[in-house]
């Protein structure tokens, strides 16, 4: 899917907005994959956007089902991004089912909610972060050079 041309009101497109964080070369000795679990298609754009901003191969799903079937048939990713409001399924069942397959993807939990329940949840359900939305290109910088240096 191509991102739009025109986003913000200063007229940069989301392509032209995000730039590689100032220690990039500290990011990219390895390649990383990711999967975005979000039923919001502007969401999915945007998590796409600053992922590969970062250098990280993307893709994205619209449901814990479809993210689920994908994991099934072999597909490995290094990170997987997963919203907590999902069609079917959400989030925390998601993610338990995830890791109950033995996936050992970093699982990081992206939502707009910061309530202390939900974010237990999350990480008793297996994630490995909670980040409060917004998702920005520095946070995954850090979380990219931590797994760099694992």
Known sequence: M???????????????G????RNDDLITNRKFTALVVDSDPFIQILEKAILESQGVETQYVGSGID???LLASGENFDIIVIAWVLPKMNGIETTR????MGVRSKMLAVT????????QAFLDAGVDEFIEKPLTPE?????????QNA
Not at 2 to 16: A, C, M, V, Y
Not at 18 to 21: A, H, K, M, Q
Not at 139 to 147: D, N, V
């Open 97 to 100: 089912r995830i890791r109950a």
């Open 67 to 69: 993210a689920l079937d």
């Open 18 to 21: 995000f730039s590689r964080s």
């Open 112 to 119: 707009a909610c910061d309530i202390e329940r939900e974010k």
């Open 139 to 147: 946070k995954i910088a850090s979380i990219l050079r931590e797994m």
């Open 2 to 16: 191509e991102l739009p041309s025109k986003i913000n009101n200063n007229g940069k497109s989301l392509k032209q």
